[in-house]
T-cell receptor
Framework: SQTIHQWPATLVQPVGSPLSLECTVE??????LYWYRQAAGRGLQLLFY??????ISSEVPQNLSASRPQDRQFILSSKKLLLSDSGFYLC???????????FGEGSWLTVV | GIQVEQSPPDLILQEGANSTLRCNFS?????LQWFHQNPWGQLINLFY???GTKQNGRLSATTVATERYSLLYISSSQTTDSGVYFC?????????FGGGTRLMVKP
C-alpha cells in the first residue's frame, strides 16, 4: 500500500532562519506531489505541485521554494523565514491529475 | 479560478442528530473530494465523488455535477465526528478547497 510521510512534525524557527520540510511517498512511482499551507485553521492553499522530477509549478509567489530531487521526494524550503510563514504545511500525492489526493500528517511551523 | 463555497461555516450538533453540509462550486470539475480534518490536523479522505451518490457507514455524499454542488450527510452524529469538513474540487492539476465547515458534536 502507499504511504506518505513528512517531517518534522513541529518546528519553531526564528525570523530570518532557513526552512526545510521533507516529504516522501512509498509504494508508488511517478506520483504527482503537492505542498499546501493552512493558516488560521481554515482553507488550504496550494503552494507548489510537481508532476515529475525537477518539474515544479508555483501557484503563489512568496519566499518559499520547492524541489523534487527524486521521484518520491518533495522538499519545501525557504532561505529566510518571515512571521507570516507560520502555519500548517501539508504534503500530498495523487497518481495523476484529477485522481484522489492523499495527505501526509502535516508540519506545524511557528516563526518567532 | 474556480470558486468553492461551503455552508454552513460552523455547526453545533447534539450527539445523535443528523446534518447536511453543502459545497457549491463555480465551474465544471472532473473531481470532487470530501475530507475530514481531525483535531490533530490530519486530513482524512471521506469520499471521491465527482458525480452520483456514495455511502460509507453513517456518512453519505451526493454530487450533482450539472448543478455544481455536492452534499455530505452525517447521520446519528458522534463526538468523534467533530472537526472541520472540507470539500475540494479539481479542474486540471490544481485541487481547490472550500473554506470548510467546522462541526462540533456535543455529548
Amino acid at each position: 500500500s502507499q504511504t506518505i510521510h513528512q517531517w518534522p512534525a513541529t518546528l519553531v524557527q526564528p525570523v530570518g532562519s532557513p526552512l526545510s520540510l521533507e516529504c516522501t511517498v512509498e509504494g508508488t512511482s511517478n506520483p504527482n506531489l503537492y505542498w499546501y499551507r493552512q493558516a488560521a485553521g481554515r482553507g488550504l492553499q496550494l503552494l507548489f505541485y510537481s508532476v515529475g522530477i525537477g518539474q515544479i509549478s508555483s501557484e503563489v509567489p512568496q519566499n518559499l521554494s520547492a524541489s523534487r530531487p527524486q521521484d518520491r521526494q518533495f522538499i519545501l524550503s525557504s532561505k529566510k523565514l518571515l512571521l507570516s510563514d507560520s502555519g500548517f504545511y501539508l504534503c500530498a500525492w495523487s497518481r495523476a491529475s484529477g485522481n484522489t489526493i492523499y495527505f501526509g500528517e502535516g508540519s506545524w511551523l511557528t516563526v518567532v | 479560478g474556480i470558486q468553492v463555497e461551503q455552508s454552513p461555516p460552523d455547526l453545533i450538533l447534539q450527539e445523535g442528530a443528523n446534518s447536511t453540509l453543502r459545497c457549491n462550486f463555480s465551474d465544471s470539475v472532473n473531481n470532487l473530494q470530501w475530507f475530514h480534518q481531525n483535531p490533530w490536523g490530519q486530513l482524512i479522505n471521506l469520499f471521491y465523488i465527482p458525480s452520483g451518490t456514495k455511502q460509507n457507514g453513517r456518512l453519505s455524499a451526493t454530487t450533482v455535477a450539472t448543478e455544481r454542488y455536492s452534499l455530505l450527510y452525517i447521520s446519528s452524529s458522534q463526538t468523534t465526528d467533530s472537526g472541520v469538513y472540507f470539500c475540494a474540487v479539481n479542474a486540471g492539476n490544481m485541487l481547490t478547497f472550500g473554506g470548510g465547515t467546522r462541526l462540533m458534536v456535543k455529548p
